[in-house]
């Protein structure tokens, strides 16, 4: 399955993890993980927030980790709480949000994308 532009990817094997990761690490395009739980209040809240945020920036590639269905990956970037977004640029963390907070993602995605596309231009 290729990674569409301007919609979340949902990960829910380590292989499919690892795919869209590597492609995220290369393409040296901002990537948002979204950790979260199918239990989770706030993660059912941001959950279409997030997916018109993604809409609106084809420019950067959202990710989508379910801590039940892969727990060795929230386990790696050690989330405690859910929602946790972390912010991957070239394989590493720059940037994290952890909780349901709207304003706060916007600007931080902003900021990132925006310092993304002014490394590769």
């Not at 420019?59 to 980790?65: E, N």
């Not at 994290?96 to 909780?99: E, H, L, S, T, Y």
């Not at 600007?107 to 002014?118: K, W």
């Given at each position: 399955m290729a990674a569409e532009e301007?919609?979340?990817?949902?990960?829910?094997?380590?292989?499919?993890?690892?795919e869209h990761f590597n492609k995220a690490k290369e393409s040296k395009k901002?990537?948002?993980v979204d950790?979260?739980?199918?239990?989770?209040?706030?993660?059912?809240?941001?959950?279409?927030?997030?997916?018109?945020i993604a809409k609106k920036m084809p420019?950067?590639?959202?990710?989508?980790?379910d801590v039940d269905e892969l727990k060795s990956?929230?386990?790696?970037f050690k989330v405690e709480a859910m929602p946790t977004f972390v912010f991957l640029k070239e394989g590493n963390e720059v940037h994290?949000?952890?909780?349901a907070k709207k304003e706060e993602l916007l600007?931080?995605?902003?900021?990132?994308?925006?310092?993304?596309?002014?490394m590769t231009a």
């Open positions: 301007g919609q979340v990817i949902g990960c829910h094997t380590v292989e499919q993890w690892t901002l990537a948002v950790f979260t739980a199918s239990w989770c209040g706030p993660c059912r809240f941001i959950a279409p927030i997030l997916a018109d420019q950067v590639i959202f990710l989508k980790v990956v929230s386990e790696d994290r949000v952890v909780g600007s931080c995605i902003a900021t990132h994308a925006a310092a993304a596309s002014t």
